[in-house]
């Protein structure tokens, strides 16, 4: 099992940048499958981006692609989450989640573990 703390969440204007990081430690993280999702209240949590072991390998949800991009650096056992051109309905809590399982799984029942969540606001 592998503990992940997110960071890096605010507020920012409508089309302005934010930069999430996910720590992790407790696991074998080079080998790991890494996601985020995000979450509005009432609303199931949606998948946002997901990147292979290697950091090879990426996958983004359609709302998302083009401006969000997923990275990963296995020394440090950080995973990110750089978010440009950001839009008001982009708000939400932002996951961090693991998987040992190499496949990228767009679905929340993949991964075993998960972080404590950032806010990220984005203002019209």
């Known amino acids: 099992q592998v503990q992940l703390v997110e960071s890096g969440g605010g507020l920012v204007q409508a089309g302005g940048s934010l930069r999430l990081s996910c720590a992790t430690s407790?696991?074998?993280?080079?080998?790991?499958?890494m996601a985020w999702f995000r979450q509005v209240p009432g609303k199931a949590r949606e998948f946002v981006a997901a990147?292979?072991?290697?950091?090879?390998?990426?996958s983004y949800a359609d709302s998302v692609k083009g401006r969000f991009t997923i990275s990963r650096d296995n020394a440090k056992n950080t995973v990110s989450l750089q978010m440009n051109s950001l839009k008001p309905e982009d708000t939400a809590v932002y996951y961090c989640?693991?998987?040992?399982?190499?496949?990228?799984?767009?679905?929340?029942?993949?991964?075993?573990?998960w972080g404590q969540g950032t806010q990220v606001t984005v203002s019209s």
């Open positions: 989640a693991a998987t040992s399982r190499s496949t990228l799984y767009t679905s929340t029942s993949r991964y075993s573990d």
């Open positions: 407790g696991g074998a993280f080079s080998s790991y499958s």
């Open positions: 990147i292979s072991w290697s950091g090879g390998l990426a």
